[in-house]
């Protein structure tokens, strides 16, 4: 899919306007969800003192999470169904089996989201190990995720994944495989049981025959911070929830021990990068180690890149490593960072602040300024052979260009991928509020797309 403008027009029908009939539902739905009643008749989400109070908030696991359980061995393991999301749970102890049915010819990809909650110590080895395995106990692919230097419980995300390789003969056959999810260091891990979010994405076969070819060459310099007044953009606290945004200089609050996910649609040949920046506290006194952490994941949660700088009170800057335009062939390349630049469709930006910065700088909240510059040309991808589970998840589409506004350098206006004028206004009404914007942006496109065809 090639990349285009996208800009809302303000078309009429019958005399009015289609954009202001939308952004008027939009904004009543977010007058009732700050402050009025529920959209299921219960209380505004502002009338729970902690969100009104502005407390830094856990997790936001996906609304439609189906609850499963982990088994202790292969022969009660639960099903995980492609395209679904689900939440468990896992406990200091024991590795836990989930079962996942595959084809022949696709490839399968299962993220898993641990969440270890504020309380209890973890170490720098500390976090989750992730393996697919073959009904034989094969390895198809393993990852770990660990908390870092930092010391500061966070979520943290591994990825695995079955692929369908030509001349491979290890995890190609159809069946039954295992998903398996362990702490890596037990022993030093923290008592209390981890909660666990696993989605699960299948990805068809080329059209086309494929040919394992290693990617072109890029250019692996590092683009020139984007300048320009930062936007207020209210971050998203989970990947079903996290805030789309577009090109541009966005701002935020964080506090210590939070983390804040934004999602970027980046389609075939183009290119993403960014940086965080955290605001001086007013006091250099302290210090604290790798205090700032940034990090990007593809459209199936994998981790690509991530880094982290110590924090002394003054202005900190934490960037992440240039990364090639987003192409089929880069799952070929040897280096980990460039294969998993490997399909078009939401790239998540994720955002933690250690909880070790409130002990000599305070709770604040501190200002966060997010950079996010998008390059290359836009062109079409493989066309596949069949669809992705959950549908359309290695594509951009016009909605997402719609929900991704750009800003600070970009103008602040329409701009390509960008929201117009209008349906900017009603996404800075929520991010005001300080929620989450995923299920309220859903609800305003879902209005503006019913308005729009019934006027039509």
């Not at 070929?332 to 469709?345: E, I, P, S």
Request: hydrophobic share 40%; glycine share 14%.
């Amino acid at each position: 899919m090639s990349a285009r403008s996208s800009g809302a027009r303000g078309d009429r029908a019958h005399g009015v306007p289609v954009r202001s009939a939308a952004l008027t539902a939009v904004l009543a739905t977010a007058a009732a969800l700050l402050g009025g009643p529920g959209l299921l008749g219960g209380p505004g989400l502002l009338s729970d003192p902690a969100l009104a109070a502005g407390a830094p908030a856990g997790y936001a696991f996906a609304e439609d999470a189906r609850p499963i359980e982990g088994a202790s061995g292969t022969a009660d393991a639960a099903p995980l169904e492609p395209g679904a999301t689900y939440r468990s749970s896992l406990p200091r102890n024991g590795v836990l089996y989930y079962r996942v049915a595959l084809d022949a010819s696709s490839d399968t990809h299962v993220s898993v989201t641990a969440v270890p909650g504020s309380a209890g110590e973890v170490t720098a080895v500390d976090g989750i190990r992730v393996s697919l395995r073959d009904a034989d106990g094969n390895s198809c692919s393993t990852d770990s995720a660990t908390f870092g230097a930092a010391h500061s419980p966070r979520p943290v995300t591994a990825w695995t994944v079955r692929e369908m390789a030509p001349g491979a003969t290890r995890c190609q056959d159809p069946g039954t495989y295992y998903v398996t999810v362990e702490r890596t260091r037990p022993q030093d891990s923290p008592p209390r049981a981890w909660d666990l979010e696993l989605a699960a994405v299948t990805e068809p076969p080329p059209a086309a025959a494929d040919t394992p070819t290693t990617p072109g060459p890029w250019d692996s310099a590092s683009p020139e911070p984007l300048a320009g007044a930062p936007q207020r953009r209210a971050a998203g606290e989970g990947f079903a929830q996290a805030t789309s945004v577009g090109q541009g200089v966005w701002r935020d609050d964080i506090r210590p021990g939070q983390t804040l996910f934004y999602k970027v649609p980046v389609d075939w040949g183009r290119r993403v990068h960014a940086t965080a920046e955290l605001d001086g506290s007013g006091d250099a006194s302290g210090y604290a180690t790798s205090a700032l952490h940034l990090a990007l994941h593809n459209p199936v949660r994998g981790e690509v890149d991530d880094a982290s700088k110590g924090y002394t009170g003054r202005r900190t800057t934490v960037g992440l490593t240039p990364l090639p335009p987003v192409d089929h062939a880069n799952r070929y390349a040897a280096d980990g960072q460039v294969g998993g630049m490997r399909f078009a469709g939401a790239y998540y930006l994720v955002v933690h602040l250690a909880a070790q910065v409130a002990d000599d700088f305070g709770e604040g909240p501190f200002e966060l300024t997010l950079r996010v510059r998008l390059s290359g040309t836009g062109r079409a991808g493989p066309p596949y052979a069949g669809e992705s589970r959950p549908k359309d998840v290695f594509e951009v589409s016009a909605q997402d260009r719609v929900a991704a506004p750009e800003g600070g350098a970009a103008g602040g206006g329409a701009a390509e991928g960008g929201a117009a004028e209008g349906d900017d206004l009603a996404m800075k009404v929520v991010a005001a509020g300080g929620i989450g914007t995923g299920s309220l942006l859903l609800v305003g496109l879902g209005v503006w797309t019913a308005v729009a065809r019934r006027r039509a």
